[in-house]
């Protein structure tokens, strides 16, 4: 009986860890360091279902993108790296070579500055995979000043990035590197 309970635990853990990794919520800050929303990313057969809720932002359509690193140091958040590309095309949603992978409509804030969106961030994944947001370290998503439009090359013409939240492949991974590992756990391990 209790070995029968053991297997039921072991199965619930295993459900609990694999919808953990569909579901990841990204936190977004403006740069003056204040939080103002979030990206909601859930794993859908087709891509990614891109949940967004922010305040604060300027009236009117800001450009919306994922970038290669999950870095986001203010003022400019240039450490995000370029739009995400894996598949080596080009930028902009109505380009005929494009788009980026992580190419993603405007995003449109109302007269109080709110933003609640839902889009799709089609060949995308956040399992394992080329097109895998949590490849390496992870990656960024990104709101630009102003709109996308679609063509211009490299990146749209959306003007400064204003909002930037990391998604990281490891969140502790800071933590750990904080803490001093034992120096003596490591000759225990060489000896056995
Ligand atoms: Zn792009």
Same mark, same amino acid.
């Given at each position: ?19 953990? #990794? ?14 103002? &929303? ?36 203010? !003022? ?35 007269? &109080? ?12 994944? /956040? ?19 102003? !709109?996308?439009?679609? /063509?211009?090359?490299? &990146? ?16 502790? #991974?800071?933590? %750990? ?9 490591? %000759? ?5």
């Amino acid at each position: 009986m209790r070995f029968v309970f053991f297997i039921v635990l072991l199965f619930l853990t295993a459900c609990q860890s694999n919808a953990a #990794e569909k579901m990841k919520t990204v936190d977004m800050y403006n740069v003056s360091g204040d939080m103002i &929303g979030t990206v909601a990313l859930s794993e859908q057969a087709d891509g990614i279902q891109v949940k967004v809720k922010l305040e604060g932002l300027e009236p009117g359509f800001h450009g919306f993108h994922v970038h290669e690193y999950p870095i986001c140091e203010a !003022p400019d958040f240039t450490t995000a790296g370029n739009h995400y590309n894996p598949e080596g095309k080009e930028h902009g949603l109505m380009h005929p070579e494009g788009p980026h992978l992580g190419d993603l409509p405007n995003l449109e804030a109302d007269a &109080g500055g709110l933003v609640d969106a839902e889009l799709m961030l089609a060949g995308a994944t /956040l399992m394992e995979g080329k097109n895998s947001l949590l490849k390496e370290d992870g990656t960024s998503f990104i709101i630009q000043e102003g !709109p996308d439009d679609g /063509l211009t090359q490299p &990146g749209g013409g959306g003007g400064p990035r204003i909002v930037c939240g990391e998604l990281k492949t490891n969140p502790e #991974e800071g933590k %750990n590197e904080e803490s001093p590992t034992d120096p003596t756990e490591f %000759n225990e391990d060489q000896e056995e």
